[in-house]
């Protein structure tokens, strides 16, 4: 792993759920002060939100995902990628500042609906679901 990939995880910006001593909003999920859960405000995605989104990179969006994975989360990730990932995504996590808590609950949200595709697909796609067996 590169040299500070979890000092870049303990003083990256405060995101909800990141890094235990980062000052962080609400964690996704949790209570907004609508009274809506983020993650559920997520899907339903303001037009600035859904904006940012679309212009961020990849890199980035790993970046906050990563930091709202927390520390011992995080570097079980970084752990597991090629050195030149680590490198590059130590480098844009420690570059990441202030993300807005909606933000990084719709990356997170964004995350989650990638894994559930993958595992339709893993199984053979969506549209093999609703065929009998034998057919």
Known sequence: MAAGGTAALATASPVPGGAPGAASGSTPGSASSSGQSEAQSAGA??????Q????MSGVKKAAILVIAMGDELGKVVLQNLPEQDVQRLTEEIAQTRNVP???SAAVVEEFHEMLGTQHVMAQGGGARRGLPDGA
């Open 45 to 50: 995605l303001s037009p600035a939100i859904r």
């Open 52 to 55: 940012q989104l679309g212009r």
């Open 101 to 103: 808590p909606d933000l």
